[in-house]
């Protein structure tokens, strides 16, 4: 009896030790990850009766320079175990979009007394869907406000490196903390993606003149399940462009984009047309 219970402890030992998880790391040399394109607000463009309500539908199309959008990406120095430390090391790292993206846009947007407020709903060929909330002030000759932006949908990334593994017993025998060559690709993986800006412009009558600047960071919150030692860098992406009414109902708009922090510049330009009742 005594030998029998030896055996099962040393049994459930051996099953524990086999079941525990061994802590990973990675050390990233390339990444490429597929992005959403953040889909600019830059205001109604014209002044707005008080209790007004507009409700709109517009198509857009951009064109950007590069697919690529290069990063500023380094892997963070990290004591993995005693006998292997994490380096310092600068990342091959990218973005990437799409050099042609198509979107489509429903508004409903409310001025009060000055306060203008407002949700959109969308859907763009990144392929993401989308919905954009507005709060800002329409003034005479001038309007400026925040907006708040969440979109949806399924992307794709690839990265090359090392991955770190840490010291192992398994079933009574002795793995050492060790490095191997690694290659991933994450296909259809779905990525929720919040952003934030602020959006002003200037007009007199039909012409307006507009700005808008926002920030989001793509593949927030997966590096953890990554194992990276690196947290994924955010985007500031700025607007500038002008917009014309043709009567009451028919708004176009043309302009150009550009990532602020990427390495290199990474133009885009556009235009839209929209229909408002």
Known sequence: MHKFETFLLF?????????????????????????????????????????TLLKGFSFSVTKSKDREIPMDVSNEKEDFSDSITLPN??????YEHKTWDFAGTLDFLYKDNVLLSGLSLGFNSSPTAYIRGVLGINLKHFESGLFGYLSLGKFTGACTGFRYW??????????????DTDEENYSGKIVT??????????????????????????????????????????????????????????KISAGITDYLNAEKRNLSFGGSAGLWL
């Not at 524990?16 to 597929?34: A, D, H, Q």
């Not at 090391?89 to 990218?94: H, I, M, P, Q, R």
């Not at 840490?166 to 490095?179: E, F, N, V």
């Open 166 to 179: 840490g010291s192992d017993y398994d079933m009574g025998s002795y793995s050492p903390a060790h490095k």
């Open 89 to 94: 090391s600068k990342v091959d790292f990218a």
């Open 11 to 51: 049994l459930v030992a051996s099953l524990l030790c086999g079941c525990t998880s061994i802590e990973t790391k990675v050390e990233m040399t390339k990444g490429r990850f597929k992005i959403p394109e953040i889909e600019n607000f830059n205001g109604v463009g014209k002044f707005v009766p008080e209790q």
């Open 193 to 250: 993606t919040a952003a934030a800006g602020t959006y002003a412009s200037v007009y007199a009558g039909p012409a307006a003149l507009s700005g808008s600047i926002s920030m989001f960071s793509p593949w927030d919150g997966t590096e953890d399940r990554m194992d990276l030692t690196f947290e994924f860098p955010y985007l500031f992406k700025a607007y500038l462009g002008t917009s014309l009414w043709i009567g009451d109902h028919i």
